[in-house]
């Protein structure tokens, strides 16, 4: 995606649903730096977890802000018990608390 396209999406989800009925924003990895949403945001569905644990704090930090408009934030995580791979996701999550 090109850097004019970003843009315009990020403003898009950005401003009140009322204005821009865009309510569902699809990010990699990519977006954990640099992209503020806390405007209309409070719910960060994660569907991959990072091994570094700052890349997650960085990612819920996007919506997890001082001029957060919602007064609480949700952090939402898929978990399967048969991945040994989750073991490190519930350890991540239980830090992050």
Known sequence: MGDESRER?????????????????????AAREGVNLQNYCRHL???????????????????????????RVWYHYFVLEDRPEDRVMDVLVKKQR
């Open 9 to 29: 999406l990020k403003a898009q989800f950005n401003v009140d649903a009322e204005e821009e009925p865009l309510r569902i924003l699809i990010a990699t990895d």
């Open 45 to 71: 569905i994660h569907f991959d977890i990072p091994w570094n644990p700052g890349k997650l704090e960085q990612r819920n930090g996007r919506i997890d802000r001082k001029l957060q408009r919602a007064p």
